[in-house]
């Protein structure tokens, strides 16, 4: 059978950015499933499939026997063999081909599941191995549309999803704007939707903004110990170095700033707080209650892990924080509960 498929492939192939051997090879596997509707007897079904030629084949083989078929996938009878091969022999081999209007109605089939399916497995597959060893990356992306559950961004030809609970608070984009985010999931395989999951909130993406901002935290001059946040309000960092002639601190603010501000603009304005790590957990917290200044530092438990942080009036605001969040993150960074309490003078 004569079909004219092959710039339909190659059109195929360009536009899904997918080989035409797959999509070919989808074909032939889809031709099968299909001809075995009408090759009911477990045969083995062979597609000869040369689209550049324009030449379809579907056909099986079967060793023509005197009487009734043994084996119906592999035997025929002689006298069956006749109808369609007058020249068969007892013994011989024949090629029964699928009847041209049966094939064309299911290479029709065959060509749509193609595209609706095995193409887009091909996609994905393609997708998952591009993206997947890239978790934990920043990418930059191009809002393209707004979703019931987030935001489709286009990565370089790609689509990624930032879920709703994944923005700032502060977000809101516009199409054709270009925004920054981290890769969190990358899916093998989706019904619907993006297989590329991005994130603004996760922690993670703050830390590989700091790398890309600042070169000694890049060659891992400076470490970064650990990062908590409250996405789009508050952030603290803590940091370390072993170079003696190294400020950890200053070299993450910059100069006036310079350094901390871009990314926090980058966060929609993110308050971000550069601490000194420490194995001491008392210094640790009084560091961690930054901007706030602790004048002492009481472990009431160990076993409890709690920590009580004395105060002037002045500063328990700024201790606490706007809805707790100071005391909040310096919590989560120290990792003991830490309580606050105004110092009490002898007025």
């Not at 029964?96 to 091909?122: C, H, M, Y």
Request: with cysteine.
């Amino acid at each position: 059978m004569k079909v004219n498929v092959w710039n339909t492939i190659l059109q195929l192939s360009k536009e899904r950015d997918v080989e035409p051997r797959i999509i070919i090879q989808a074909i032939e596997e889809s031709l099968k499933v299909a001809a075995a509707q009408h090759f009911t007897s477990q045969e083995d079904i062979q597609v000869l499939f040369r689209p550049e030629k324009g030449e379809l084949r579907v056909f099986v083989e079967k060793t023509v026997v005197p009487g009734k078929p043994v084996d119906e996938s592999r035997e025929i009878s002689l006298e069956a063999a006749r109808t369609g091969h007058p020249e068969a022999r007892t013994g011989s081999t024949i090629e029964i081909d699928l009847p041209s209007e049966t094939l064309g109605r299911i290479a029709a089939q065959a060509a749509k599941q193609v595209i609706f399916q095995k193409v887009r497995n091909a996609e994905q597959e393609k997708i998952y191995g591009q993206y997947a060893h890239r978790m934990g990356e920043i990418v930059s992306g191009i809002v393209r549309r707004s979703e019931p559950h987030g935001t489709i961004l286009e990565v370089s030809r790609t689509e990624a999803l930032l879920p709703h609970r994944d923005k700032l608070p502060q977000d809101a984009f516009k199409r054709g704007e270009h925004i920054k985010a981290i890769i969190i999931q990358v899916l093998k395989g989706s019904a619907k939707g993006s297989q590329i999951v991005v994130s603004r909130t996760n922690s993670h993406f703050l830390a590989r903004l700091l790398e890309l901002e600042i070169p000694e935290i890049a060659n891992r001059t400076i470490e970064i110990m650990d990062v908590v946040r409250q996405p789009g309000e508050r952030a603290k960092v803590a940091v370390r170095t072993h170079e003696r002639d190294i400020d950890p601190i200053g070299a993450c603010i910059g100069v006036k700033g310079n350094r901390i501000l871009a990314i926090s603009k980058e966060l929609g304005g993110e308050k971000i707080d550069i601490i000194s790590w420490s194995p001491n957990p008392a210094s640790y917290a009084k560091a961690a209650l930054s901007p706030a200044k602790v004048d002492k530092l009481v472990i009431t438990s160990k076993a409890d892990k709690e920590i009580r942080a004395l105060v002037q009036p002045g500063q328990l605001s700024l201790a606490i924080g706007k809805k707790g969040i100071n005391v909040k993150l310096a919590s989560r960074l120290v990792g003991w509960k830490i309580s606050i309490q105004e110092e009490q003078t002898d007025d």
